[in-house]
């Protein structure tokens, strides 16, 4: 049974491991055959140790019926998006809401679910009869048939060693196309870690102070962050794009930084890894539990937080701030029934900014460009591109329609942030500052990928690659002596979310030990610092 069933997997369900496989290996030269097969007995032979351990008396049945289902369901996103399944993106999975999930269900999903899922378990619990051992007889044949696997995978290792260790190596991601073995290593990576009930809060920001400065700085000051979702770089007009998907930003006096990176493909991962003292290559998953982020320095240093979220949630960032979901607010105006646009995020905000004291920091967490639902995500008066895809199926689109509805969120997201700015103008006397990025970018059909979540070490420029943007009002750079000529000098300097934990406190003239003045943009442009 066991070897009926990893021959079933590696044929149904592993489409594009198969695919992946054939775009490495050149299979018209006979001579890589070999090697070739050599990967297919040794993926063979991990299925079998798996089921083997799987088949057990009572549950057997139903452990099989559970798999089936999720790789029916997988087998369907990954050849589909092309993407691939690791803990990143089970951290997607988890953090999915009713609303997103159902942006997800297509005909093609569903028919993928019924033959490939339900079929087979029909079958499993109708037709087929496990006959088990006794207890030492199944323990002694389960441990014959996993040794032997074991044997195979390292004898076919030994002798193909060289390939075997060069294709690895160059092909890490490997490991995330093997269905089931993918989600379930995933799934082991992210609960094998602390549980959040065991991680103990650090107080890094007890030394947060406002600096000498502040003493010359008598008005009000409003920071607002605008935390972008899904939006790619080069799909913005004001960085050149050939669609005028900027109209009002482009009236505004903006510094875009051209070549901003994110620390990961997918929310789950940026959202936290931005707002920590911690680089990319250093921050873990239960950092954001374990040490104070961004909004805790704010705060220590006299600052009234607020966290507006239309997404889903804030991954843990926010929760020692004021915060509050307005995504499944009912307003007939701004909301669908299971969905609200961004602009809901801008009702009542004055009302924080009139109670917050005289020193202000407002998070807002777009729902932005979130796919594949794009034309849902922007109120149907931005859908001025012509031709824009309305399916859930992007494969049924052509790459041209795909690419319209994406640019109508973006366009909307110019249309948010123009009212965000104006609503700052309204403050004549205050210092007000206004700094928009994104969490990750999104992949429009190039290369057959769509969406993102890949694999970091993968992905393709359009999912790491974000835009970065800065408005400061004429009192902010005034009372914080900003020399904006300078700042426009860095432009192209590469920059990533590694600079916003430290741009943001050096903004503001926050001192800490934790604050980095060489991910700080701010620090060499000060006015008489250079």
Not at 506 to 522: H, M
Request: aromatic fraction near 14%; charged fraction near 20%; hydrophobic fraction near 45%.
């Amino acid at each position: 049974m066991a070897l009926v069933l990893s021959l079933f997997t590696l044929t149904f369900y592993n489409f594009s491991l198969w695919l992946f496989l054939f775009s490495k290996i050149d299979l018209a030269d006979i001579s890589n055959w070999p090697f070739f097969l050599g990967l297919y007995f040794m993926a063979f032979a991990l299925l079998n140790i798996l089921f083997n351990l799987f088949l057990l008396p009572k549950i057997g049945k139903i452990i099989l019926s559970i798999l089936f289902i999720l790789n029916s369901a997988l087998v369907y996103f990954m050849a589909t998006f092309k993407t691939v399944f690791d803990k990143n993106m089970m951290l997607n999975v988890i953090g999915t809401d009713l609303a997103e999930a159902k942006e997800l269900i297509t005909l093609g999903l569903i028919l993928s679910i019924i033959f490939l899922g339900f079929v087979p378990v029909i079958f499993l619990w109708k037709k087929i009869e496990i006959d088990y051992h006794s207890f030492l007889k199944e323990m002694k044949t389960k441990t014959t048939s996993i040794a032997l696997s074991f044997f195979l995978i390292f004898g076919t290792f030994l002798v193909m060693n060289k390939k075997f260790t060069f294709f690895f190596r160059s092909n890490r991601v490997l490991k995330h196309y093997l269905v089931p073995l993918n989600y379930l290593d995933a799934s082991r990576v992210l609960f094998s870690n602390n549980t959040m009930s065991e991680v103990v809060l650090l107080k890094i920001s007890e030394d947060a102070l406002l600096d000498s400065s502040w003493q010359k700085i008598k008005n009000k000051t409003i920071v607002v962050l605008v935390l972008g979702e899904t939006a790619r770089y080069k799909n913005f007009s004001v960085n050149g794009y050939q669609r005028n998907t900027n109209p009002y930003l482009s009236k505004e006096d903006i510094i875009s930084f051209k070549n901003a990176y994110s620390c990961g493909t997918a929310t789950a991962v940026s959202l936290p890894c931005m707002f920590s003292h911690k680089s990319k290559v250093n921050f873990e998953e239960k950092d954001i539990y374990q040490y104070e982020n961004l909004l805790d320095f704010y705060k220590k240093a006299g600052f009234s937080v607020y966290w507006r979220d239309n997404n889903t949630g804030c991954k843990g960032v926010c929760d020692r701030v004021n915060h509050q979901e307005l995504r499944h607010l009912e307003d007939k105006k701004l909301c669908l029934s299971d969905v609200c646009w961004d602009e809901i995020m801008l009702q009542d905000l004055d009302k924080a900014v009139e109670s917050g004291g005289d020193k202000i920091l407002i998070v807002m967490h777009q729902l932005g460009s979130h796919g594949p639902a794009y034309n849902k995500h922007c109120p149907p008066e931005f859908h001025q591109f012509p031709n824009s895809c309305n399916k859930k199926q992007l494969i049924d689109c052509s790459k041209e329609q795909v690419t319209s509805a994406y640019d109508n969120t973006i366009l909307y997201t110019d249309y948010f942030l123009g009212k965000t700015i104006n609503f700052l103008k309204n403050y004549k006397e205050a210092n007000t500052a206004m700094i928009y990025l994104s969490d990750h970018g999104e992949s429009l059909g190039e290369n057959g990928v769509y969406l993102h979540g890949l694999p970091y070490m993968i992905a393709p420029e359009e999912q790491i690659h974000i835009p970065f943007i800065l408005w400061l009002s004429p009192h902010f750079v005034s009372s914080f002596k900003i020399d904006k000529k300078c700042l426009n000098q860095l432009q192209n300097e590469k920059i990533s979310h590694d600079n916003l934990f430290h741009s943001m406190l050096g903004l503001v003239n926050i001192n800490t030990s934790y604050l980095d003045n060489s991910l700080n943009i701010f620090s060499a442009c000060r006015v008489g610092d250079h």
